[in-house]
Antibody, heavy 123, light 107 residues
């Protein structure tokens, strides 16, 4: 069974940093691209960042570009999100999600999600 | 960025009803459209991928259709456990954008 467990969230002051982790189990981690998706309290879902299986392709939402860095350690089956220069609008529940493909390989979807880790940016 | 617009934003229905939620993309996305269900305090759960493919383990009362810019999610016979928020999401191009959500509650 696929299992994704996020950690590292907490209360942090604006301008400070935080590093999120996502521990993966139950599947071959380095077969899959992984992503971070966030959800502000009472709001909808917002894609944050994604990384291919070999870290060759990395993408970010404009809202976090230049401040956040996604990375992975396939030997440790772990995904990370380094968040610098945090802002109050970064307050959200951060989910890691596995990207999977349809059988033709032409479309993709988030087929597994963790339970999320809450980041609160406030003075 | 591709904008995704769901309608309605909220919907009240009864057990046994047939419910349809629509999602419109700001440009053509072929069939790169996914649907997720989210219950309070829980992570999203994939229901439909590639517009019309039922995810393994999802009840057959859920179905999806559409291509290009217009898509629908249909729940054929609403069950008590289906009251939740539903999101569409395009995977045609980055950034992967979600609709604003449709909150389905009990009438």
């Amino acid at each position: 069974e696929v299992h994704l467990v996020e950690s590292g969230g907490g209360l942090v002051q604006p301008g400070r940093s935080l590093r999120l982790s996502c521990a993966a189990s139950g599947f071959t981690f380095d077969d899959y691209a992984m992503h971070w998706v966030r959800q502000a309290p009472g709001k909808g879902l917002e894609w944050v960042s994604g990384i291919t299986w070999n870290s060759e392709i990395i993408e970010y939402a404009d809202s976090v570009k230049g401040r956040f860095t996604i990375s992975r350690d396939n030997a440790e089956n772990s995904l990370y999100l380094q968040m610098n220069r945090l802002r109050p609008e970064d307050t959200a529940l951060y989910y890691c999600a596995r990207l999977n493909y349809d059988t033709s390989g032409s479309t993709h979807h988030f087929d597994s999600w963790g339970q999320g880790t809450l980041v609160t940016v406030s003075s | 960025d591709i904008q995704m617009t769901q309608s309605p934003s909220s919907l009240s229905a009864s057990v046994g009803d047939r419910v349809t939620i629509t999602c419109r993309a700001s440009q053509s996305i072929s069939t790169s459209l996914n649907w997720y269900q989210q219950k309070p305090g829980k992570a999203p759960n994939l229901l439909i991928f590639a517009a019309s493919n039922l995810q393994s383990g999802v009840p057959s009362r859920f179905s999806g259709s559409g291509s290009g810019t217009d898509f629908t999610l249909t729940i054929s016979i609403l069950q008590p456990e289906d009251f939740a928020t539903y999101y569409c999401q395009q995977s045609y191009s980055n950034p992967y954008t979600f609709g604003q959500g449709t909150n389905l509650d009990i009438k």
